[in-house]
């Protein structure tokens, strides 16, 4: 396939699957292709089984136009967002609409060997329940850094045994699909772009605080990883800050990367958990004290629970950890100029008083250019965002002008597991 003919063909099918044109004429009008290779894109499109024709449109004055579909439902994509904590697994249509989800609590530092079984047998059962629409890719978002181009995880602090895991190759292997693999915070941020609260706004931060601490930037409408992948890693800058105590005696936290002073350290779910622990183990907090004679240990939701019954130890937590995440994001908003910055996580989805926290930090510590339009809120999507987003890298990877013209004339994708490699 010539260059022109496949620039053409991704143009055509991007305008039908994003309904950014729904007929042939607005098809003509918005590629700016001439008629007559329009109808051949559309002919190619329409023999591969990836647009159909719908209902008639609306007239202009003479015979009304038939409207074109993109056909979503034609494959499923099988997604999986691995937490610290807990696997969550699903499968999308071509539209990066999830059709199925399940989540389950799971160790990550177990490995990948057991790990990625348990995912394996989940997608298993989930296409059992789909029998008759073939998978045509995999996505997996993990917590922690990946080299994207080979789609192993890079050294990740909060999942040992994972460095250099060929997570790709293992899935590509096993179903006989294409995999791509990404850290679950920039899945976040483009389910968040593309079907969340984030829509249209094209320059985006998603923040996840949870186990861990990461950040997602979508920049001039595109997912911004950097060259090796590891851009947004946020939660192991090194802080300066009054709220860090210094001095003789101070108690410096070390990170699971091997370094003091990170914002995970710090304000990440697990710092809440251990500092909870400590307060209720020192007699600080009776409201954490019973909750950890009751339970065995402490979470970070029990910090957030305790601050909504008025517990001053678990307020003065939170408001610890919001406020240096907000610090931390001010330098962010003030170098990078977003008009949206959205928390996720199960930390970062919490109540009102740490998001009231961090965006205090933000708008007084940023530039007031950086914030005069800035909106700060929590993930519409929630626990989808991952998901669905995973979804969407899959499918705009099968459908780009690197991918599309490599498999589009055999059919489908499947049988190629090292497309993405490529």
């Excluded at 071509?94 to 989800?101: D, P, S, T, W």
């Excluded at 990625?116 to 997996?140: C, H, K, N, Y």
């Excluded at 181009?149 to 293992?170: E, H, Q, V």
Aim: hydrophobic fraction near 45%; proline fraction near 5%.
């Amino acid at each position: 396939m010539g260059a022109d003919q496949l620039d053409s063909l991704v143009a055509v099918l991007d305008l039908v699957r994003f309904q950014t044109a729904r007929t042939r004429p607005e098809l003509v009008q918005r590629s700016g292709l001439g008629r007559t290779v329009v109808t051949q894109r559309l002919a190619q499109l329409t023999s591969s089984g990836l647009v159909a024709e719908g209902a008639l449109g609306p007239s202009t004055g003479g015979r009304a136009p038939r409207e074109l579909r993109f056909r979503a439902e034609a494959a499923v994509v099988l997604v999986a967002e691995l937490g610290a904590t807990s696997i969550s697994v699903g499968l999308t249509d071509l539209a990066g609409q999830l059709v199925m989800q399940r989540e389950e609590q799971w160790d990550i530092a177990v490995g990948p060997e057991p790990t990625l079984s348990r995912v394996a047998e989940l997608f298993d059962r989930m296409l059992a329940a789909q029998p008759d629409t073939p998978p045509w890719g995999i996505g997996v978002g993990v917590p922690g850094p990946v080299e994207f181009a080979s789609g192993r995880p890079a050294a990740p602090p909060i999942m040992p045994g994972w460095d250099g895991y060929p997570i790709r190759d293992r899935f590509a292997a096993r179903f006989n699909v294409p995999v791509w693999v990404d850290n679950e915070v920039n899945t976040m941020a483009l389910g968040e772009y593309r079907a969340g609260l984030g829509r249209g706004a094209d320059d985006l931060i998603h923040v996840k605080i949870g186990t861990g601490i990461g950040a997602g930037l979508i920049s001039g409408g595109r997912l911004h990883r950097g060259t090796q992948g590891c851009a947004g890693d946020i939660g192991h800058i090194a802080l300066v800050s009054e709220l860090i105590e210094t001095g003789p005696g101070a108690t410096q936290q070390m990170c699971r990367c091997g370094k003091f002073g990170c914002l995970e350290a710090l304000a990440s779910g697990s710092a809440l958990a251990r500092d909870a622990t400590a307060a209720a183990e020192a007699g600080r907090s009776p409201a954490l004290a019973r909750c950890l004679a009751e339970a065995g240990s402490l979470t970070a939701t029990d910090v957030v629970h305790a601050a909504e019954f008025g517990d001053p130890v678990a307020v003065e937590l939170l408001q610890r950890a919001g406020r240096l995440v907000g610090e931390t994001l001010a330098a962010l908003v003030s170098f990078f100029n977003p008009s949206m910055v959205l928390l996720g996580g199960g930390v970062g989805m919490s109540g009102d008083l740490l998001l009231a926290t961090i965006r205090q930090a933000i708008y007084r510590r940023s530039l007031p250019l950086a914030t005069r339009d800035l909106r700060i809120a929590r993930s519409q999507l929630g626990d989808r965002a991952g998901l669905m987003g995973a979804g969407f890298m899959v499918v705009d990877e099968l459908f780009s002008r690197a991918l599309l013209g490599r498999w589009l004339y055999q059919g489908t994708p499947v049988g190629q597991p090292t497309l993405a490699a490529g």
